[in-house]
Nanobody
């Protein structure tokens, strides 16, 4: 089992920056991929970015503005979000796909005002 705890959300003006963190605990030795998803009101949850030991992948809407990184020693994944837009407003969830189960954090709210 893996437990995920996010932090770093908040209210920011358009053009501003935020850094999200997600700390994993439990069976962290089995983690290969870590990712960030988001869900805006009335919309489906969507992939924002993911990272493995070799690759990173981003949604087109955040390319060039967001950067995902991880610190394996701290079992932590980060999402640096720059040039934020009002359409980035959502609850952001940390994600770890397991063999038979997908783990999610509780989510952290990001609100971007215009």
């Amino acid at each position: 089992q893996v437990q995920l705890v996010e932090s770093g959300g908040g209210l920011v003006q358009a053009g501003g920056s935020l850094r999200l963190s997600c700390v994993a605990s439990g069976s962290t030795f089995a983690i290969i991929t870590m990712g960030w998803y988001r869900q805006a009101p009335g919309k489906q949850r969507e992939l924002v970015a993911l990272i493995t030991s070799r690759i990173t992948n981003y949604a087109d809407s955040v390319k060039g503005r967001f950067t995902i990184s991880r610190d394996n020693a701290r079992n932590t994944v980060y999402l640096q979000m720059n040039s934020l837009k009002p359409e980035d407003t959502a609850v952001y969830y940390c994600n770890v796909p397991g063999v038979t189960y997908t783990y999610w954090g509780q989510g952290t709210q990001v609100t971007v005002s215009s």
